[in-house]
C-alpha cells in the first residue's frame, strides 16, 4: 500500500540547533512533495513543495527540504531552530499513480526549548 | 477574503445522534478534502471532491457521508455517530487535486 513515513513522532531540540526531520514515501510514478506545518492553535499551512526542478527547495522561515528519488525521500532542514519554530511537522506526497490524492504522514512534533 | 471556514468549532454528542459539519471557501477551489486528525495517526483523508458535482472516498469514508453543495461549499455528515469519530476534523481546498490545500481551523468533535 502506498504510504507515507515520518520516522520522528516527537523531537526536542535547543533553540540554535541543527534540524533534520525524515520523510520517506513509497509511490512510484511523478510525486509532488510538500511540507506542511502547525503552529499551536493555529491551521495547517504550507511550508514548502517540490513538484520539478532543482531538489534542494527552500522554504518560509529558513526551512529547506531535499528530494532524493532514489531514496524515496523528502527530508526538512533547518541549520538552527528557534523557539518559534514549536510546531508538529506533517510531511506530505501527490503521486500520479496515487490517484491525484495526497497522503500525508503521521506529523513529527517538535518542541524547541527556549 | 477569509480563506477556508469551518462550522462548528466545537461539538459534543452522544452516541446514536448525527450533525453535518460545514465548510466554505472563498478562494473560486476546485478540489475540496475532509481530514480527520487523530494523535499520532496525522492526517486521514476522509472523502474528497476534485470539482463540482464529483466526490469521491479517501482512506476512512465508513460512518460519513458529503455533499458538495456547490463549488464553494463542501459538508461532512455523521449520520449515527461512534466514540471512535472522536477527532478534529479539518476541511481544506486546493486549485486542483494535488496542489497546495489550504486548510480551515478545524472541528473538535466529542462523541460520548
Known amino acids: 500500500a502506498q504510504s507515507v513515513s515520518q520516522h520522528n513522532h516527537h523531537v526536542i531540540l535547543s533553540e540554535a540547533a541543527s534540524l533534520e526531520l525524515g520523510c520517506n514515501y513509497s509511490?512510484?510514478?511523478?510525486?509532488?512533495l510538500f511540507w506542511y506545518v502547525q503552529y499551536p492553535g493555529q491551521h495547517l499551512q504550507l511550508l514548502l513543495k517540490?513538484?520539478?526542478?532543482?531538489?534542494l527547495v527552500k522554504g518560509i522561515k529558513g526551512f529547506e527540504a531535499e528530494f532524493i528519488k532514489s531514496k524515496f525521500s523528502f527530508n526538512l532542514r533547518k541549520p538552527s531552530v528557534q523557539w518559534s519554530d514549536t510546531a508538529e511537522y506533517f510531511c506530505a506526497v501527490r503521486s500520479n499513480t496515487g490517484g491525484f490524492k495526497t497522503i500525508f504522514g503521521a506529523g513529527t512534533r517538535l518542541f524547541v526549548k527556549a | 477574503n477569509a480563506g477556508v471556514t469551518q462550522t462548528p468549532k466545537f461539538q459534543v454528542l452522544k452516541t446514536g445522534q448525527s450533525m453535518t459539519l460545514q465548510c466554505a471557501q472563498d478562494m473560486n477551489h476546485n478540489s475540496m478534502y475532509w481530514y480527520r486528525q487523530d494523535p499520532g495517526m496525522g492526517l486521514r483523508l476522509i472523502y474528497y471532491?476534485?470539482?463540482?458535482?464529483?466526490?469521491d472516498k479517501g482512506e476512512v469514508p465508513n460512518g460519513y457521508n458529503v455533499s458538495r453543495l456547490n463549488k464553494r461549499e463542501f459538508s461532512l455528515r455523521l449520520e449515527s455517530a461512534a466514540p471512535s469519530q472522536t477527532s478534529v476534523y479539518f476541511c481544506?481546498?486546493?486549485?486542483?487535486?494535488?496542489?497546495?490545500?489550504?486548510f480551515g481551523p478545524g472541528t473538535r468533535l466529542l462523541v460520548l
Open positions: 481544506a481546498s486546493g486549485l486542483s487535486l494535488g496542489e497546495t490545500q489550504y
Open positions: 517540490y513538484f520539478s526542478g532543482d531538489p
Open positions: 471532491s476534485a470539482s463540482e458535482g464529483t466526490t
Open positions: 509511490y512510484g510514478g511523478t510525486v509532488n
